[in-house]
């Protein structure tokens, strides 16, 4: 079987950067959110069953999941949370399977925003690389990017794994408290291992 690799990190980490500097070095990249996307878009797989569960205020009748209403319901009502986790998260993980079986490059990266938290494919995956910054950057280039406003942001995070933690259960650690040229450089080595062992 392809080596699988988790990719995560709190949120503006910079795990799609990453993941698309990988993708660039000839990795596969699956993303859950990306599925997670297709899945609550108009006609998408995941729609029927959150339309009964939620409602047409969230799921409006013939089109997408409203995913800012899903947010903040989820957001303050841990039951809502819960149920939407139970619908969506076994679809993420079929269509990331199958994602991952058709993959052809040397080794494939699974990127999984709330890995930890969600404790996604943990037992399938050979290692997880977190991708780590310190929180201030965090929050201005999540600001700058989404335009949420700062307390917003730490919201968010404070929802997350605190850094320690996920620091404490990384494999490996691609530190993106630098500039872009910093986090390819550690990407290209990362790469290189990866691709060196793969089909040992
Ligand atoms: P995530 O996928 O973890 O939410 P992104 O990869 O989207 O994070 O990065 C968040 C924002 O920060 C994006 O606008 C991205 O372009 C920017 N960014 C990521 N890494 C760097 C870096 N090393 N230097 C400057 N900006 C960065």
């Known amino acids: 079987m392809k080596r699988v690799v988790g990719l995560t990190g709190g949120i503006g980490s910079g ?8 993708a ?5 990249v699956v993303d859950a959110d990306e599925i997670s996307r297709g899945l609550t878009a108009a006609g998408g797989a995941a729609v029927p069953a959150l339309r009964e569960a939620f409602g047409e205020a969230i799921v409006p009748r013939e089109g ?13 009502d841990p039951r809502a949370r819960a149920r939407l986790e139970s619908i969506l998260h076994p679809l993420i993980r079929e269509e990331a399977a199958r ?13 999984v925003p709330l890995l930890f938290e969600t404790g996604f494919q943990a ?22 990017r989404s335009g949420l406003d700062p307390r917003e942001v730490r919201a968010i995070m404070a929802a997350q794994w ?11 650690v691609l530190w ?14 990362l790469h290189a291992r990866l691709a060196a062992r793969a089909g040992n």
Not at 99 to 111: D, E, M, N
Not at 162 to 172: G, I, N, V, Y
């Open 15 to 22: 795990k799609s950067t990453a993941a698309d500097m990988l």
């Open 24 to 28: 660039a070095l000839g990795a596969s």
């Open 64 to 76: 997408a999941l409203d995913r800012a209403a899903m947010r903040s319901l989820a957001f303050s």
């Open 99 to 111: 994602r991952l079986a058709a993959a052809t490059g040397p080794y494939a990266v699974l990127v």
């Open 123 to 144: 037992g399938r995956l050979e290692r997880v690389v977190v991708v780590d910054l310190p929180e201030e950057l965090q929050v201005s280039r999540t600001v700058e």
């Open 162 to 172: 605190p850094r320690w933690r996920r620091l404490q259960a990384a494999d490996e």
């Open 176 to 189: 993106n408290g630098g500039g872009l040229g910093e986090l390819r450089a550690q990407c290209e080595r």
